[in-house]
C-alpha cells in the first residue's frame, strides 16, 4: 500500500515496482536498464513503458502544490529518488487500515484524479460544499477547460460521504441519448436485466446514498436531463454531479461555470517568480518541465508564455498541448508557430472564439506530429473508451507500422498529451479525450485507412470478449465489471460498423455471437434482443454458420421468454436451436434448449411435456455423463407440484435450492440460462405451505425475494414479487403484507413493460379483493383473463378464471359463475394441472352455500371431494380450508360430530404455523364447538 500523507494513493502495479525499486537505492542512480529488468523480469519491453509509469508515478507523488520533487531524471543515465527515506517496522499503531477497501468497493475513480491540478481549489472546495445542500450541479465550461478534472478532484473528496460510493460516469463514448439509463447502469456495475433500463435502475437507487458523476453530458443532454430528473425524484439518496460545456436546464439544476485558468494581464512586466504565482503559466511550466527534464523558466520567456497561454484562452488542455514542442522550439518560436496557425485557420481574424480555441490547438499539434505517430492517432481513435497497449498495437499496427512502432509512437502521444495514460487497478490504460478523438475520428474518416482500420477494431473486439467470457469465471462480478464494463461502447460501434459495412457483415454476425454473455453481465438484455434478431436477418444467412443460427436462435428464446413470456415465437426459436444442437451434437447445448423448452411448456401449462423434456434431460446427462447433471430438477419439481406429485416435486426442488451458490454452468451456456434456483424456491415454498409447512414456505419466500433483489432482474423480481411472497402472504392470510408485495409487482411489471406480468398481478389481486368483500370490476377481469391467454401464461389461468367465476356469481349471475369455475375445473383435469382442484372446489362450494341456499348438498358435495383429493396428494392446507369449509355448513344444518372430527384431526397434524391465518382460524372454530 502506498500512503502520502497517511492517505492511500492508487498507482498501478507497475508503477509502484518503479518506486520500491528507487526507493530500495535511495540516493543512487538507478539505470533505466536496471529498471526495465527488475520491474519487466520476463518480458521484452520498449523504453517507452518506463516513460509513461515514470509521469503517472511522478504526478502521484508530486499531486499537491508546493510538493518537493521525490523523482529526479539524470539524462543519460537513469532516475533518483532525492526525497528522505525513513524506514519503520511497523505501521503507526494509530493507522486503521479499513476505510482503504472500503473505499475500493464504492467508487471507480481513475488514478488520474491524483495527478496535481493548478489552479482549481477555490473551484473544487466551493463545489465539494455546494453539493452538500443541492442534489443536482453542472459543471459548466469550454471544452478541455478542466471540468472533468476538477469534477474528478471533487469526486475524490466525497469518497466517504456517500454510504453506497462515488461513481464516475463517461458519457462521451455513446452517441444516442437513449443509451443514458445503460451507461449510468454499467457505470454502477449493476445488474438490470429490463427492456426499460431507466425503471431498473431507478429501482436499485431508490435507497442507495450515491453520487454519480455524468461526465460529457453536453451530446447527449435530452437523455441526461430524462434520466436525472427522474432518478432525483425516485431516489432520495442520490445526488449528481455533472460536467457539460452547456446547462442542462434540468428541475433543481445549480450551475457552476468554469473559467479558463488566470493569465497575467497582457503588458505587465513579471519576473519568473511572479509569474508562476498565476495557474496558467504555473501549468505551463509543470508540463513543459515533463517534456524536457532541463527546461527552466527564464525571466526573458515569461511574456511570450503569458501570451501562449492568453492566446489559449487559459484553457487547460491547449495549455499542456502547447507545453509539449518546448522540446523541438524555443518559446519565442512556439508562440509564432501558434499565432500563425490561429490566424490561418480563422481567416486572419485577430481573434479566436473561446469555443474554437481547443480545436485549432489540436489542429496545431496534429500538424506537427510526425507521419507515423499522426497514423497512430488515426487508427486508435476507433477506441471509444479506454484501451490496453495490446489493444493499441491490435489495431494501430499494419502497413509500414509494426507493433515496436506503436509503442514508440502511442509514447510520443501521451507525452505530447494527445493521449492520456490513466491507471485502472494494476493496469496502465490509455485514452482520448473526446474533442481530440472526435478530431482524430474526422482525419481517419477522411483518409484511405478508415474500414481497414474499423475491421482492426472490430476484430480486437472480438479478443476482448473473449478475454471478458474467460474472466467472467474467474473475477467477481464488481471486478469484471470494472475490467470490462468500459468496453461496452466499442462493442456497439464495432457491430454498428460490421453490419452496415459492405465488407464483411459476418464479422458482425460473429461480434452478435460473442456479445451475447457480454450483453447479458453488463444488463443490455433488449439490446441484444435487437442485435440478435438483426443477425438472424435473412439478409444475413449466407454469412451464419449453423453454430450461429444455433448461438443467435437459443438467446433470441431466452429473450423472448423472459422479457414477453411463452409466446408461439419463443418455441420456434428454441425448437430450431434444439435441432441444430443435436445436428452439431453440442451436449450442453442440447440440455440448455431442453431446459428452455421444458420451462416454456410449464409457463404454458402443459407440466407432462415439462416433465417429458425433464426426462430427456436426465438422458442425455446420464449418456454424457454430465458433472452438473440434474440441471432439469427446477422444472420438473414445479411441474410435479402442479400435478400433485407434492412429495416428489418437493425432493427434486430441494436439489435446486441445496445446491451450492456457486455452482455454474460452462461459460458460453451461462448466457442462456433460466434462473433455476429462484424458480425452485418460489415452487418450493408453494409446496411447503400446501404440505402443512407455513413457517418454512415464509422463510423459503422471503429468501427468495431478497435473491431477486439482489439479482437485479426485472422478471425475476416480478416472479417473486408475485408467485412468491405475494401467495404465500395470500396463503397465510396476511392481506397486508400481500396488498403490498402486489402493489410492487404490478408497479415493476408496469415500469419495465411486461404486459404479461401486469396480467397476472390483476388476476392474482382479484382473488384478495374476494377475500377482503370488495366488489371487482367485471369487464376489466374479462379483458385480464383475454390477456392471460394471448400471452400464453395458461399455468395459472384456472386461478384466474376461478376468481372472474366467484365475482360473477357474487354480483348476482350465479350460474354464469359456476360455469365459469367448472370451466377452470375442467382445464385442471383435461391438463393434469390438478393441484389447485380441492382450492378450485372449496370456492365452488363456498358460492353456492353462500348464493344458493337450496344448493346445501351440494356443496357438502364439493367440500367432500376437495377434502378427498387433498387427502390423496397430501395437501394438507388445502385440507384443513376445506374441513373448516365443512364444519361451517354442516352447524348451519345442524350439526355433525364426523365433520368436527375430522376438523380436530387435520389441525392435530400440524407441528408449525400455528400464528398463520388458518390455523388462527381453525382453532377458533374447534373451540367454540
Known sequence: MLLLDDRPVRVGGRALDILTVLIERAGDIVSKRELLARVWPDTVVEESNLKVNMVALRRALEAEPGAPQCIATIVGRGYRFIAPVQLEATLKPEFNPLPLPLAARNQNLPTMAKSRIVGREEDICSIAAELMDCRLLSIVGAGGVGKTTVALAVAERLLGSFRDGVWLVDLSTIKDPKLVPSAITTGIGLAAHSANTLAALIEFLRTREMLLVLDNCEHVIEGVVCAVERLLTSAAGVKILATSRELLRARGERVRRLRGLDVPEANVHLAAEDALAFPAIQLFVERATDRLETFELKDSDVADIAEICRRLDGIALAIELAATHVEAFAIRDLLNQLDGHFRLLDGNRGGVERHRTLTATIDWSYALLSETESAVMRRLAT?????????????????????????????????????????????????????????????????????????????????????????????????????????????????????????????????????????????????????????????????????????????????????????????????????????????????????????????????????????????????????????????????????????????????????????????????????????????????????????????????????????????????????????????????????????????????????????????????????????????????????????????????????????????????????????????????????????????????????????????????????????????????????????????QKGGDREPENGLVSTYGRFTEGFSTGDLRNARRLIESL
Request: proline residues 2%; glycine residues 6%.
Open 383 to 891: 477506441f471509444a473508451g479506454v484501451f490496453s497497449l495490446e489493444s493499441a498495437c491490435a489495431v494501430a499496427a499494419g502497413g509500414d507500422l509494426d507493433s515496436l512502432h506503436v509503442v514508440e509512437n502511442l509514447a510520443g502521444l501521451v507525452a505530447k498529451s494527445l493521449v492520456a495514460a490513466e491507471v485502472h487497478g494494476d493496469d496502465l490504460l490509455y485514452r482520448m479525450l473526446d474533442t481530440t478523438r472526435a478530431y482524430a475520428l474526422k482525419k481517419l474518416a477522411a483518409s484511405n485507412e478508415f474500414d481497414e482500420a474499423r475491421r482492426r477494431h472490430a476484430e480486437q473486439c472480438l479478443v476482448l470478449l473473449s478475454q471478458a467470457a474467460a474472466d467472467s469465471e474467474r473475477l467477481s462480478r464488481s471486478e469484471w465489471l470494472l475490467r470490462h464494463a468500459p468496453k461496452t461502447d466499442d462493442m456497439r460501434n464495432a457491430m454498428r460498423w460490421a453490419f452496415t459495412s459492405t465488407s464483411d457483415p459476418a464479422l458482425g454476425v460473429r461480434l452478435t455471437v460473442a456479445a451475447i454473455p457480454f450483453g447479458k453481465q453488463v444488463s443490455l438484455v433488449e439490446e441484444c434482443r435487437i442485435a440478435v434478431e438483426r443477425a438472424l436477418d435473412d439478409r444475413f444467412s449466407a454469412f451464419r454458420s449453423l453454430r450461429d443460427d444455433l448461438v443467435l436462435n437459443l438467446s433470441l428464446g431466452a429473450t423472448l421468454l423472459h422479457t414477453r413470456g411463452p409466446m408461439v415465437e419463443v418455441k420456434t426459436a428454441l425448437t430450431t436451436a434444439l435441432r441444430l444442437a443435436e445436428e452439431i451434437a453440442d451436449t450442453e447445448l442440447q440440455l440448455s434448449c431442453l431446459r428452455g423448452l421444458s420451462e416454456y411448456e410449464l409457463w404454458t401449462g402443459d407440466s407432462h411435456s415439462a416433465i417429458a423434456i425433464a426426462g430427456r434431460i436426465r438422458e442425455l446427462e446420464a449418456d454424457a455423463n454430465e458433472l452438473n447433471a440434474g440441471s432439469g430438477d427446477a422444472q420438473e419439481g414445479s411441474a410435479l407440484s402442479w400435478i400433485g406429485a407434492l412429495a416428489a416435486s418437493r425432493l427434486q426442488l430441494e436439489k435446486i435450492v441445496r445446491r451450492p451458490l456457486g455452482q455454474s454452468l460452462r461459460p458460453d451456456i451461462a448466457r442462456y440460462e433460466f434462473d433455476q434456483r429462484l424458480t425452485a424456491e418460489g415452487a418450493l415454498a408453494t409446496v411447503l405451505w400446501l404440505q402443512g409447512f407455513p413457517d418454512q414456505a415464509i422463510a423459503v419466500a422471503k429468501r427468495q425475494l431478497a435473491e431477486a433483489e439482489a439479482s437485479n432482474y426485472a422478471v425475476s423480481l416480478c416472479y417473486a414479487l408475485l408467485h412468491g411472497s405475494a401467495t404465500i402472504a395470500m396463503y397465510v392470510r396476511d392481506y397486508t403484507a400481500a396488498r403490498n408485495f402486489m402493489d410492487r409487482g404490478i408497479e415493476h411489471a408496469t415500469r419495465h413493460g411486461l404486459t404479461i406480468w401486469q396480467a397476472m398481478v390483476t388476476g392474482g389481486s382479484s382473488r384478495l379483493s374476494l377475500y377482503l368483500g370488495q366488489t371487482l370490476d367485471l369487464t376489466h377481469l374479462r379483458e385480464n383473463l383475454a390477456e392471460v391467454r394471448r400471452g400464453g401464461f395458461r399455468l395459472r389461468y384456472p386461478n384466474y378464471l376461478t376468481n372472474y367465476g366467484e365475482a360473477l356469481a357474487r354480483q348476482g349471475d350465479l350460474a354464469g359463475g359456476l360455469a365459469a369455475i367448472d370451466e377452470a375445473l375442467a382445464i385442471c383435469r383435461d391438463t393434469g394441472q390438478v393441484v389447485g382442484i380441492p382450492e378450485i372446489l372449496r370456492i365452488k362450494g363456498n358460492v353456492i352455500r353462500f348464493q344458493d341456499k337450496a344448493g346445501f348438498d351440494k356443496a357438502e358435495s364439493c367440500y367432500r371431494e376437495s377434502i378427498r383429493i387433498a387427502q390423496k396428494d397430501q395437501a394438507l392446507s388445502w385440507e384443513l380450508r376445506s374441513a373448516m369449509s365443512l364444519v361451517k355448513l354442516m352447524r
